[in-house]
């Protein structure tokens, strides 16, 4: 099998249960939890109306402007699937557009994440189907390849492995690795409602922060 240019098996990927608790999370929160490291740049941003991003990533390696292999990908994944596409994140060509995207909702994806450019933006912000992308540009992609589906890829050191949870809402994007889906949904369910207390007190009028001089005073701050 040639490398850099091959369609391979995705070996497992997480369940739709795991996916539905993790939409009611915030990304900050997930990301909060996960000791702030991961993230997939500013960059990639949500285009569509609105709406949370989250499901499994089947994932795709093009190089920059070449969208032969999305092409493939969109005829072999399954429902509840995120296309997650490392396009060099190239801003030259788009890689995906109206026809493409009308067609992944078709199918019953979840979201489309481009590390690259996408076209035709006033369809993408005038629909709910998620789509993360770095740019947008009128120019077309080429289908020549090479490419590589469900293989590891990474977007500003954050590694996603296919078939590992992919996050998205109006903060940016996150990937929670396959087998630390119970550990990190524990402990971002419990920073969701340990901020729902502080913002129930915030309401209230009743916010103290006693920790905000102690650390003055631990820096060595003058006048506190």
């Not at 900050?28 to 000791?35: H, K, Q, R």
């Not at 977007?155 to 998205?168: F, K, Q």
Request: with cysteine.
């Amino acid at each position: 099998m040639t490398i850099g240019f091959r369609v391979l098996p995705r070996q497992r990927k997480v369940d739709v249960e795991v996916v539905q608790q993790f939409r009611e999370l915030p990304v900050a929160n997930v990301s909060d939890v996960m000791s702030r490291m991961t993230a997939a740049g500013s960059r990639l941003r949500p285009l569509h109306a609105g709406g949370v991003l989250a499901g499994p990533a089947l994932t795709v390696k093009t190089r920059p402007g070449d969208n032969l292999m999305v092409h493939k990908a969109l005829q072999i994944a399954e429902p509840g699937d995120v296309i997650f596409v490392d396009a060099g994140g190239d801003l030259t060509n788009a890689i995906i557009g109206e026809l493409m995207l009308a067609h992944a909702e078709k199918i019953g994806l979840a979201g489309i994440v481009i590390n690259g450019a996408v076209r035709d933006y006033g369809y993408i912000r005038s629909h709910q189907f998620p789509v993360f992308a770095a740019g947008v540009t009128h120019r077309g992609p080429y289908k020549d390849g090479p490419g590589e589906i469900n293989v590891p890829i990474a977007v500003d050191g954050m590694v996603v492995e296919p078939g590992d949870l992919i996050l998205g809402d109006d903060d940016g994007l996150l990937c929670v690795p396959f087998g630390d889906t119970a550990t990190i949904y524990a402990d971002a369910k419990a920073k969701q409602a340990a901020e729902a207390k502080i913002m129930a007190a915030t309401q209230e009028g009743n916010v103290s922060k006693p920790w905000v001089d102690e650390a003055l005073k631990r820096l060595g701050c003058e006048g506190v």
